[in-house]
């Protein structure tokens, strides 16, 4: 376990350092009127966030010996879209947030308009950097990674969930709709991040079962835990708003389970998120580490 | 003048119904608490506009005798684009719009939130729509059309002409920036609507040189155009709100050049337009058409 943790503390380390070197290229500031538009995306994409959908690109990439660059590159598109999504949840009209990773959400430090555009300029960038060749030389690969992302960020993922969870205020729902919205919500973008790392591995989807196992698991023990750091954490650690759900009555992991319920859930698709990857050695020692990093991360 | 007139009335038409058709299968409203998102995506993509990105991928698909399935998804993902944009210039940070294409825009007849949200799945599904091997066998083939969008409507294309737009009320723009941002804009989703279907229709790069300065001249003509449209048009026929910006003390073709000059400068673009046609027969009879009819139009 202390081996796992040094592990996955550099491994993270060296992930956040990847994609902040690659936004901080990628988003170099024009001297143009465009100029505030491409502070307000370097404003959300570097320096902050748990960089978790990209380090899972990089740990399964590396079980099947993916070249580090082209795994940095999906990597980067992936984080893209999920840095977006955090700019238009965060709006005045969504969940209204100020803080966001310890610093001012993008429509505070800038406005809402340059906020709305940021992310949507944050969206394109993703599926540009999957286009080009550099990201794949098999263009089989680059249109099987945008389909991947795009079904994961769209209406049957990523931004149905959002929906879902706007009408989760207002509606009745029960568990087994509060585990659909999460899957699309979060698990779906996380489940991509896997299974981007198999597409670059060239894993058929035949073979990529017990990824897409473990990325489910690892997705539903993820949003517990978030709901019970919402419930227990600390506001400074988290460097964003807490205890907003419980204020506003959703329906959530927490509210419908409880926390003790809840945090043995937790626990159990953690371990079942491990045993799905029976079939591989030491070499997935680190996707085993980030599954137990989720229950005891602090933030 | 007038047979080109009917045929483009007919063919405006048919791209009309070809593409509500294709909206209506794709957006089928499902049942669970997603309902909403859909409809509002059923709203701004149902029923309006003129479709003229998706008749430019027809008109220039035709060229090279493409098949007509691959074109109308193409086209899809194209008008996607543009109405996620349209919904998302409608919000009240932005344009604040009430009305658009004669109907209340999506904030006014759902909500924000939902108006936001329905703006990034169609930002989503038009990548979707062409990753998948249904819109063209060849990989590299969607790879290339993917690439032609997200760069058309990202930060160096239509999201960062709209955020170069966004400065222009308070910036001091020359008529040089004015047309920089109006290519960005406007004119990078048009003339990545003629790039998609010389890319179906398999025209390398250096094949695409007239197709690409055909789309550049039409769509500064068709910007210019709307200026003229908005200072002189019938609110009632437009189905929108006109003269916001003159109120606004914009910078604008209008502004900068006067309506003479700019109506000559409009009409000089559709002959150079056209001119760009002059390698080809009576197969880009439609092409010219669209070029006429942009200085022709009421709406």
Same mark, same amino acid.
């Given at each position: $376990? ?13 992930? %956040?350092?990847?994609?902040?070197? =690659? ?5 170099? !500031? ?8 491409? =502070? ?14 990209p380090l899972l !690109? ?24 999920? !840095? ?16 966001? =990773?310890?610093?001012? &959400? ?12 940021? @992310? ?18 098999e263009p089989h ?22 929906? $879902? ?12 709709? !509060?585990?659909?919205?999460?899957? $699309?919500? &979060? @698990? ?22 017990? *990824? ?23 506001? &400074? ?13 959703? %329906? ?16 159990? *698709? ?17 996707? =085993? ?11």
């Amino acid at each position: $376990m202390a081996t796992a943790t040094v592990m996955l503390g550099d491994a993270l380390a060296d992930v %956040a350092a990847e994609i902040d070197a =690659r936004f901080d290229a990628l988003l170099e !500031v024009p001297d143009d009127p465009r100029a505030p538009l491409y =502070r307000a995306m370097r404003h959300a994409a570097i320096g902050g966030g748990k960089r978790l959908r990209p380090l899972l !690109v990089f740990a399964t990439a590396a079980l099947f010996n993916v070249d580090k660059d082209r795994a940095a590159r999906v990597a980067t598109a992936l984080e893209a879209i999920h !840095v977006y999504s955090l700019i238009h949840d965060d709006l005045p009209a969504m969940d209204d947030d100020d803080m966001r =990773r310890g610093k001012p &959400t993008v429509h505070k430090a800038f406005d809402e308009a340059t906020a709305i555009l940021a @992310g949507d300029c944050l969206h394109a960038l993703a599926f540009e950097i999957l286009a080009e060749p550099d990201t794949h030389p098999e263009p089989h690969v680059r249109a099987e990674l945008i389909l991947d992302l795009a079904r994961a960020s769209g209406p049957s993922g990523m931004a149905g969930g959002q929906a $879902m969870d706007l009408e989760a205020e207002t509606g009745d729902f029960d568990l087994n709709t !509060v585990t659909r919205l999460q899957q $699309m919500k &979060t @698990g779906a973008l996380i489940t991509a991040a896997v299974e981007a790392g198999a597409i670059l591995g060239r894993v058929g989807p035949e073979g990529r079962t017990h *990824l897409r196992g473990y990325a489910h698991d690892l997705g539903l023990a993820f949003q517990i835990a978030d709901d019970l750091l919402d419930a227990e954490g600390d506001e &400074t650690v988290a460097g964003k708003k807490l205890r907003k759900d419980g204020d506003a009555g959703k %329906a959530t992991f927490l509210t419908l389970l409880g926390v003790e319920r809840a945090r043995a859930q937790c626990g159990m *698709l953690v371990d079942q998120a491990v045993e799905h990857l029976r079939h591989y050695g030491p070499e997935a020692d680190l996707l =085993r580490a980030v599954a137990r990093y989720v229950v005891e991360r602090d933030h």
